[in-house]
Structure formats: structure tokens, C-alpha cells
């Protein structure tokens, strides 16, 4: 094609905001379509992200989205029309698929790729004898298409590199005053690109993941292959057949690490290398798991249609913040996986490593005198590795340099004895009696501790690890956990326990008893209860054995099913 020239001087245009968002407003979709028709651009949302609008067979409204994203010219844009009856005026040899995928799938997140007609400018299509085509999935969008005759090119609303945008207000940011309007129809649904299907080569291919999952269009299509730029970074000189997925898109400045593997494992992972000016991008769950870091929750690991909508602002919220690098958890490539996990992979340059560690992890939890050492010492004799959470924390006090300069920084000097220990009497003495200090500390053992267990269960040959922990829940630990059990016992039960082993009066027995959680609140938060009310040593250690051999039993048969 014609190299053209783009203009070096930016054009400032006056940007119209128009808010619509439904298509009864005749009179905004006039003006938006006005627009288009008379080679302007406009932003307009659809069910995927925000696209830049302009007439595709238009070559100067054309040239105009290139130079206000800054594009490259030869990654080609896609052509959006309000219904598959538009095919023909602009495809040529629209094969029977076509019809088919438009039948079961337009409306929505599916661009299919043909042959393009000579009414299509190759300033369009990259220089390409194919053309991109879409339906989208928004009835404004739609509405105002229809109105303006003409189909509509359209790539993301981003500027080149940037995430692309699932608001009106992302477009702002990167557009205002370089284009003529910007639609707000409100946050996009689907949140990813749409999938590409290359229809012009037997099997037809996957160009790339999008909004429709691959295994719809398999179902509709039998055989599809992947094209490889979609799983593995292109080497220099290789050429995928989507020309956009050879450049690096949505990077965020800092640098990313994607971590595959179970939601689990890839948390621990993620908890043990994410260095501590690390932004972390992860499952809903794992939220309070990272209390120390700035964090951007991608939805809850079994939800990836919340997790294709969180993508992009999660990449693009960390430029606004000073971490040095970011880390993300990434979902499992079925359905919208591998749409969510490419977004991710290519925002890191494919850079990403595996947690999977074949680990096992019991959480026990429940409060002082319930009998957590029968369950414990039941995990022992499995040969799991216990890790004590309350004896990790007093060991990181003496050894734990980041643990102790936050503490340094929030309760002074005072606190540290002249041999650099620390006094954890003079530190009780300054929390009990103030809440907020209290919450203070709360918050500097919830950014440490769990750190330090995930680096020793890493550290531990023991396939199986039993986490010791009154806080299990309150300290995030849980969600990483692959089973959490509540030990509860009666309060009658539990003050005699604690009388005989700790040599207390019965008052200060009542009043420990007292001051925790009640065996309600550990139940509510745990997956099992094991209810440790047995009168004998011995009782208790066969009823334990037998409570941890079924769990054990669960994972096995969990295992074998994946
Ligand atoms: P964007 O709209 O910015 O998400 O980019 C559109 C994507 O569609 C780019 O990755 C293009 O490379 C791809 N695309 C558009 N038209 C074609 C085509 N004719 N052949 C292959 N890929 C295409
Ligand atoms: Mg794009």
C-alpha cells in the first residue's frame, strides 16, 4: 500500500461528550451519525471495549484514527456493521460459516475475517486483501451505524500501547481533543476484544481470543487451529496472521509478571516473589493475602466474565502509582481464559512463570483451648510440615528487617530493647489500650506474616502443609489454604483445658475464653468443623486421625477428577 505520511502537528479538535445510553435519543444518534458520515471520529462503545470510530470506506477518516492513536499503519482495522445483511457489500465469497457464526453469534464479541471487496481501502485493512468484520452487541452503537450508511472502522479507543478502554473516561484520558466525540454508553460488559476467526484458510483459525470463547466457535465450527501468536511471544521477523498481535499492547510501565498454576498455588507463589514495592493484580480472594502492596482485584477466581471485565483497568490503574513492578495471577485457558490470560501474557511480554508445587495446605483455626494440637499433631503423623503462625511472627520479630522497621515506624524506638530486640510487653502495653494503635499493628502482621509462611511452605519438602493459625481467616491465609478447619470445643470444655495447662484460676481461664471469637465465627469462616469435645487425650487422637485421613482422601479423588 501507499505509505502515507502521517502529519507531524496534532490536530486539536473541540470533543463532544455525548451520554447516551439507550437508543431512544433520535436526536444525539443523528448528530453522533452526522459525525461519521462527514469523516470525523468519534468514540463509541460496544459490548468489548470503547472503539474509535470513523467512515472505514473513507481513506482520510481512516488516516485520522491511525494518527490520533498513534497506529501503526500496517495493524488493520475492523469494519462494524448492524447486522450480516451489510456482508456482501463489502466481503467477497462470504463463505456458509459466516452465516452460521452470524446466526448463533452477531450481535457480539466475534470479528470474522474475509475477503475483502474493492470498496474497502486497503488504507482500512492494513494493506490487506481481507477485511475484518462485526457485529456489535450495542443497540446505540447499532442504532447509530445504521443511521450513518456506512460501516464503521473501528479499533480500540486506546492510544497505541495503552490498555484499551472499558469506559468513557479511559477514552477521555487518552483521547480529549483529538477527536470530534466520544459516546459514553457507560462501562463496556464484556470487557476484552473481540475473538478473530480467520474464515478465509481450512480449518478456519483463531487469530485471536476475545469475548466469544474459543470453544463456542468449535462447537458452531468443528475443527479451529490457534494461531501461535496467541500462547507464545512472535521471534524476530515471524509474522502472525493478525498483524495487531505482533506489537506489545497494553503495557503497563512498570514491568509484568504473569503467574500460571491453580488460584491457590499461584497466590502462595505470587506471595513469596513479589518483591515489597510490587503491585499485585489477583483474584478477589486473595485480596487481604496482600495487605502490604497495592492491589487491583481481577474478580473472584471462578468468575472469568468479572475477570474480563477487570483486565484492562487493572493494567492501566498501576501507571498511576509508583510500584516497580507488577505481578498478576492469571485464570485457567478454558473459555474466557484464554482471552483474560493473552491480555495479561502480552502486557508482560509473554514473561511468566509456573506455581503449580503439587503442594497440599490445611488451615487450622479456632480458639485457645478448642484442641488445634490434636488435628495438628494428626497432620504430623502424615508428614505434613506444621507452621506455627503465632511462633513465625515472634521469630520475624527478631529477624525480619522490613517487619521490624514498620514497626519502628509505628510505635517508635521504645519498643526495642538495647540488644535489638523487641519488648513485646512494651508494645502490648501501648496497644491494649488504644484501638487504633492496636488496628495499627493488626495491619503491619497481616503485611508480613503470611509472607513469611508462604516462603517457608515453599521451602518445606513436605507435600503437605498443616498452617497453625488463630487468624487464619483475618490474615488472608485462608484463601490460600485447599482446606480450612474450625477446632471448636464447649467454653465448659475449653476453660478446664486451659486451667490444667497453663495453671490458671478459673476467672482468667473465663476471661481468655471470653475475650475471642466464638466457635459461630470460626465456623462460619472455615470449610469444616472438626468439634473437639472428647474426653480423652487418646479419644481425641483417633477422632483427629480419622478427620485428617478423610480430608486427604478428598483431595486425592479432587485431583483425579481435574
Ligand atoms: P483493535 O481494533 O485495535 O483491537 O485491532 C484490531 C485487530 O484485528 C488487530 O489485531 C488486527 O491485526 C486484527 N485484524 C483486523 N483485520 C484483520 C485482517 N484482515 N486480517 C487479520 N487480522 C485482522
Ligand atoms: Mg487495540
Not at 70 to 92: F, K, V
Not at 133 to 160: F, L, Q
Amino acid at each position: 500500500m501507499r505509505a502515507a505520511k502521517l502529519k507531524k502537528e496534532e490536530r486539536a479538535l473541540e470533543t463532544k461528550w455525548f451520554t447516551l445510553r439507550t437508543p431512544e435519543n433520535e436526536e444525539s444518534i443523528a448528530q453522533a451519525a452526522d459525525i461519521l458520515r462527514r469523516g470525523g471520529l468519534l468514540a463509541i462503545p460496544t459490548e468489548t471495549v470503547y472503539g474509535l470510530g470513523a467512515n472505514g470506506l473513507d481513506e482520510n477518516a481512516v488516516l485520522h484514527i491511525f494518527e490520533a492513536k498513534g497506529r501503526p499503519q500496517d495493524n488493520p482495522l475492523i469494519l462494524h456493521i448492524p447486522d450480516a445483511s451489510w456482508l456482501t457489500c463489502y466481503c467477497e465469497d462470504v463463505p456458509e460459516a459466516a452465516y452460521r457464526l452470524a446466526e448463533r453469534f452477531w450481535p457480539g464479541p466475534l470479528t470474522m475475517i474475509l475477503k475483502k471487496k474493492p470498496c474497502v481501502p486497503l488504507r482500512t485493512t492494513g494493506g490487506l486483501e481481507t477485511v475484518g468484520m462485526r457485529c456489535p452487541d450495542h443497540a446505540v452503537t447499532r442504532a447509530i451505524i445504521e443511521k450513518a450508511g456506512v460501516p464503521i472502522a473501528a479499533p480500540s479507543a486506546n492510544t497505541s500501547g495503552r490498555p484499551s478502554c472499558t469506559t468513557a473516561e479511559h477514552v477521555r484520558e487518552d483521547m480529549w481533543g483529538k477527536i470530534d466525540g466520544i459516546v459514553d454508553g457507560g462501562a463496556c460488559e464484556v470487557g476484552v476484544e473481540s475473538t478473530i476467526i480467520d474464515l478465509t484458510v481450512t480449518p478456519p483459525q483463531l487469530l485471536r481470543p476475545g469475548g466469544l470463547p474459543l470453544e463456542s466457535l468449535q462447537d458452531a465450527l468443528g475443527e479451529v487451529t490457534v494461531d501461535k501468536a496467541v500462547t507464545q511471544k512472535m521471534g524476530e521477523g515471524e509474522k502472525p496472521r493478525a498483524p495487531g498481535m505482533k506489537y506489545r499492547h497494553y503495557a503497563p510501565k512498570a514491568p509484568v509478571t504473569v503467574v500460571t498454576g491453580g488460584a491457590k498455588a499461584s497466590a502462595r507463589y505470587l506471595l513469596t516473589h513479589a518483591s515489597e514495592d510490587a503491585g499485585v493484580i489477583c483474584f478477589d480472594e486473595f485480596v487481604p493475602l496482600f495487605a502490604g502492596h497495592i492491589v487491583h482485584p481481577l474478580g473472584a477466581s471462578d468468575d472469568k466474565r468479572a475477570q474480563a471485565q477487570h483486565v484492562f483497568d487493572a493494567l492501566r490503574t498501576f501507571d498511576e502509582t509508583n510500584v516497580g513492578e507488577i505481578w498478576a495471577q492469571c485464570p485457567d485457558s478454558k473459555g474466557l481464559g484464554l482471552a483474560i490470560g493473552n491480555r495479561l501474557k502480552k502486557a508482560a511480554g509473554f514473561h511468566t512463570e509456573a506455581s503449580d508445587d503439587g503442594k497440599t495446605v490445611v488451615g487450622i483455626t479456632g480458639g485457645t483451648g478448642a484442641g488445634k494440637t490434636s488435628l495438628l499433631h494428626a497432620l504430623e503423623r502424615e508428614g505434613a510440615c506444621i507452621l506455627d503462625c503465632d511462633k513465625i511472627y515472634h521469630e520475624m520479630l527478631e529477624s525480619d528487617e522490613s517487619l521490624r522497621k514498620a514497626l519502628r515506624a509505628a510505635f517508635g524506638g521504645t519498643i526495642f530493647r538495647a540488644d535489638g530486640s523487641v519488648d513485646v510487653h512494651a508494645l502490648g502495653l501501648i496497644v491494649f489500650q488504644d484501638a487504633e494503635k492496636l488496628a495499627s499493628l493488626d495491619a503491619i502482621v497481616r503485611a508480613h506474616v503470611p509472607r513469611e509462611c508462604a516462603r517457608r511452605m515453599a521451602e518445606s519438602n513436605a507435600k503437605l502443609i498443616g498452617l497453625d493459625a488463630i487468624k487464619l481467616i483475618e490474615c488472608g491465609l485462608g484463601a490460600i489454604c485447599d482446606a480450612t478447619v474450625a477446632v471448636t470445643a464447649p467454653e465448659e470444655v475449653r476453660v478446664r483445658r486451659i486451667m490444667a495447662r497453663d495453671g490458671i484460676t478459673e476467672d482468667y481461664a473465663r476471661s481468655r475464653v471470653a475475650a475471642q471469637q466464638s466457635a459461630e465465627y470460626f465456623r462460619a469462616r472455615c470449610d469444616r468443623e472438626f468439634v473437639n469435645d472428647l474426653p480423652t487425650a487418646a479419644e481425641a487422637a483417633a477422632a483427629a486421625e480419622d478427620f485428617i485421613h478423610t480430608i486427604i482422601k478428598n483431595f486425592k479423588e479432587e485431583t483425579k477428577h481435574e
